[in-house]
């Protein structure tokens, strides 16, 4: 299953990891997932398994501090996420972020009279492709 996400042009951005508070955290490392310019999809692999997959319309890090609000007690899916997170990498197996940035395609459109250029993206339809792909046993919600 991982070579198929790289052959749809996944990189590493990141990891999970546990920090010095022993707090379920992440890091990104590759600056284009820190942006929030662009509509990114993202998985979570553990060895060749991918786990999750999420949708980022803001990029990835923005999108992964808000799972880290639900793993800190925001949400019960949050708090589910964040002991299978810390479950596996208390047992020491590693926990690889991937995103790839979205395709999309810019439309003139007239809005309230003006015409204006508007790039739409695929981030929705790749999100729900890749779902429907993959299957990821982490994913509760999106999957048709």
Not at 6 to 31: R, T
Not at 41 to 58: H, L, N, P, Q, T
Not at 102 to 108: A, L, P, R, V
């Amino acid at each position: 299953m991982l070579r198929k996400l790289l052959e749809y042009n996944f990189d590493i951005a990141g990891s999970m990891l546990i920090d010095q508070d022993n707090k379920v955290n992440y890091k990104i490392h590759i600056p284009e997932y820190k942006s929030q310019k662009n509509g990114q999809v993202y998985a979570w692999v553990i060895g060749e398994e991918i786990v999750y997959i999420g949708m980022a319309s803001k990029g990835v890090q923005k999108r992964l501090s808000e799972h880290r609000g639900g793993w800190r007690g925001g949400s019960p899916t949050g708090i589910l996420k964040e002991a299978q997170i810390r479950n596996e990498l208390q047992e020491g197996r590693h926990i690889t972020i991937y995103g790839r940035t979205c395709d999309y395609f810019e439309q003139e459109v007239e809005i309230l009279g003006k015409k204006q250029l508007v790039r739409f993206s695929l981030v929705e339809q790749e999100e729900d492709a890749l779902l429907k792909e993959f299957q990821p046993t982490w994913n509760t919600n999106g999957l048709k």
